[in-house]
């Protein structure tokens, strides 16, 4: 850590006062060595941008990372995820990545997690002070958005209290193109806000997959949709078992020879299965340097961060653009809450009965419990909870919640996040309520 000059580079942002820095920055030696020993950091994904993540914030000082992934090593993967070698496949992604980069960068610990991000709990997720996300799919960071959204709580003015905010850093790869975004939940858009950027995923008409396949995305999307319920009933589909990926890719093979369709591989079966777009390593290098850099300016506040998305067009030269998206006042996952209006007079069942049957909830909420401040109205679970708070699903809302405001948290097995709702009562528009809804299950 303290070799002569190995982190001069460092120094030039954290030891000098500038026009551009972030709020309380104060430039200080100690600065650095708070960053090296003191924060922590998760990096999610340890693949082609995951691998660029790693090495660049071991390099940019980071002292304390930890890396989560769930895939093992592939031959494919050996082109631009630099870390790995041959001798390396088969081996999980994330053990691999950690030993190789505290091989190259000595002084840094990266402590590797194999396995599944829905895996760990709350409390793993709220020990770092920073996330850094190199994900290549829409439902992992529509996850992980909603786990770290979940840990946040409200001033009574409806600011986020700044002890329960955990930044993310986003970066995505497709191509020629990329995108880095800094989210500070409560302050900026999550992910959630702005899910409907994102172009829907390509699908094809069942009737040219049955009948009349022309691609070998044809050929292996009959197999995946149509062919495995038929032969293998009650067998659900996993993309991540390499059983059922090679069945689905032995079966396409086949039918794309009698249609004399040709270019059916095993690594085209996963892409198509999995959405997977093609990477390119000098892309993930690039988005992987500003995540990197962003990621050090939240901690360290030598920068103002990026307001709050840029995306790179190497399709069109070294292009990039920065632009700030807008946050939804009434997004269902990071906003103080959604307007609720409700009759006074409803009792705690009807309440959740309209819970369940609105628009915005029910395809969130199976089994809603509910609590009010540390007090239970209604458990689902376990048994004997439900038997006790049973009688105070016949007692008015407005009566249960003392007839003043505050924060119902509804708990829910379908949610992995917080879902707020501001319920007002009919005939009290003095009376607002915060509702919290937290998955758990």
Known sequence: ?????????????????????????????????????????????AGGLGCELLKDLALSGFGNIDVIDMDTIDVSNLNRQFLFRMHDVGKPKAVVAAEKVMQRVKGVKVVPHYGRIEEK?????????????GLDSLEARSY??????????YEADGSPALPTIIPMVDGGTEGFKGHARVIIPGVTPCFYCTLGLFPPQVTYPLCTLAETPRSPAHCIEYVHLIQWGQERPGDSFDADNPEHMKWIFDKAFKRAEQFKIAGVTYSLTQGVVKNIIPAIASTNAIISAACALETL?????????MDNYMMYMGTQGVYTHTLSHEKDPNCLVCSPGVPFEVDSSISLQK??????????????LS??????????????????????????????????????????????KKLTGILRVNVSFRGHNDTVMDMDTAGGG
């Open 144 to 153: 992980i958005n909603s786990v770290v959204c979940s840990f946040l709580e």
């Open 297 to 305: 300016k939240i901690a360290t506040m030598c920068c103002r961060s």
């Open 351 to 364: 309440f959740i009965e309209l819970l369940l049957e609105d628009p915005q909830f029910k395809d969130k």
């Open 1 to 45: 850590m303290d070799m002569q000059g190995r982190w001069e580079d460092i120094d030039h942002l954290l030891l000098r006062q500038g026009t551009l820095v972030g709020p309380e920055f104060e430039p200080c030696a100690e600065l650095r060595e708070s960053l090296h020993n003191d924060l922590r950091v998760l990096v999610i994904g």
């Open 367 to 412: 089994k809603p419990s509910i609590s009010y401040q540390k007090r239970n109205l209604y458990m689902q679970a376990p048994p004997v909870l439900e038997e006790m708070t049973r009688p105070h699903l016949n007692s008015p809302l407005f009566e249960l919640m003392e007839k003043a405001g505050g924060t119902l948290n509804v708990n829910d």
């Open 121 to 133: 709990d709350d409390e793993f997720y709220r020990q770092f002070q920073i996330i850094a996300l």
